[in-house]
């Protein structure tokens, strides 16, 4: 399965917009980039997925490179609602749906 | 979004017991069902994949007689950890994938102790 890199962690602000960068270098022509955020004693929330284009919902954008090897997932105005961790799964679009989580980042949000 | 529920949301039990834990998609079909396990401070592990109508698939390493999986429905799948030991205590969460939308929707957990 296609890896991905995340950082641990990174702080921000309320009200000021966030970008979470995924690095996945070795991303191959079938696999969707998904994103996910995990609250404390919760399952996963579906933040927003894409293949090629930039993809833009209710909850945040995604900005995808145009080779592929990096994405970044953008939260435009962040709240305390939004500190939790983010993963970034490749998902080759071939398979049963399966996802492999990796570690994430950690985003707190400061007031 | 597609809502994915689970049933307990937590559950105590002594050692030697066995615990099912329900799994359902509330608001659509969902042939492909995932269930996960996390410890504390640790990403999500797949511990196998739910097939409606045939056999799971479990993951290298986890126990396909201790952890029993029944994919009896399109909107049900069910997990039982039989004879429950301390080391099983964990976070389980299942998902199902509604393939009109191309997305996987993750249930909010269950938290299993085992005294």
């Known amino acids: 399965d296609a890896k991905t890199t995340q950082p641990n962690s990174m702080e921000s602000n309320e009200e000021e917009p966030v970008h979470l960068p995924c690095n996945h270098s070795t991303i191959s022509g079938t696999d969707y980039i998904h994103w996910y955020r995990q609250l404390p004693s919760q399952g996963p929330e579906y933040v927003i997925h894409g293949l090629t284009s930039n993809v833009n919902n209710r909850m945040a954008s995604l900005a995808i490179a145009e080779d592929r090897k990096s994405s970044t997932l953008i939260l435009h105005r962040a709240t305390l609602r939004d500190a939790a961790v983010y993963y970034c799964?490749?998902?080759?679009?071939?398979?049963?749906?399966?996802?492999?989580f990796g570690a994430g980042t950690t985003v707190t949000v400061r007031a | 979004g597609a809502v994915v529920s689970q049933h307990p949301s937590w559950v105590i039990c002594k050692s030697g017991t066995s615990v099912k834990i329900e799994c359902r998609s509330l608001d659509f079909q969902a042939t492909t069902m995932f269930w996960y396990r996390q410890f504390p401070k640790q990403s999500l592990m797949l511990m196998a994949t739910s097939n409606e109508g045939s056999k799971a698939t479990y993951e290298q390493g986890v126990e396909k007689d201790k952890f029993l999986i029944n994919h009896a429905s399109l909107t049900l799948s069910t997990l039982t950890v039989t004879s429950a030991h301390p080391e099983d205590s964990s976070f389980y969460i299942c998902?199902?994938?509604?393939?009109?939308?191309?997305?996987?929707?993750f249930g909010p957990g269950t938290r299993l102790t085992v005294l």
């Open positions: 998902s199902a994938t509604d393939s009109v939308t191309d997305t996987q929707y």
């Open positions: 799964i490749l998902r080759d679009g071939r398979n049963d749906y399966k996802l492999s």
